[in-house]
């Protein structure tokens, strides 16, 4: 069975240092991951997805992960954070199982930056 | 190209009502899909269509149905609303079913 779980709840950073959010998962074959984002009251938008091609993903504003399978982890970075990243960010891992697709979302991290 | 919309965007609702929500993609995706965020449990899928005319039940379908007649449209019906329905709604399409989803902007329902 796959499963995801998210290491912080919460992170708070200062604008312009590094974000460092936790996702490790587990899954019985070589899974599909996801990092969305969602600001508040709004929709989740895509940030990256890992399909076992490159391991190191690079998606929007600046955002990557990195897919380490001998750790089971599919952390999210970015190199400085800025004001508008302050959301929550989901890690997914998908499995196709019983005629469609399913995501398996964590359970969030809240992230806030601070000036 | 708007992608997808939804429809309301919020709505008070008394318990024991009729409500369809409604979800539109203008991409062509095969595959449309009913989540429901809930604070502490992250988001369920409801209901899911693979393609038009074909629909399937996911982790919560209880009090819920859709439909899906064309490849734009996949409505969220509650026969019956009740409070434990308070939720917030998110329709998302992909390309096909194992394809990335995407997600509209949400319908924040509360019954009372």
Redesign the interface.
Known sequence: AQSVTQLDSHVSVSEGTPVLLRCNYSSSYSPSL?W?VQHPN?????LL?YTSAATLVKGINGFEAEFKKSETSFHLTKPSAHMSDAAEY?CVV?A?S??????I????TRLAVHP | IAGITQAPTSQILAAGRRMTLRCTQDMRHNAMYWYRQDLGLGLRLIHYSNTAGTTGKGEVPDGYSVSRANTDDFPLTLASAVPSQTSVYFCASSVSAQETQYFGPGTRLLVL
Do not use: I, M
């Open positions: 996801f969305y709004k929709g989740l938008q895509l997805k989901f998908s196709f019983g005629g469609y697709n399913k995501l979302f964590g359970a969030g």
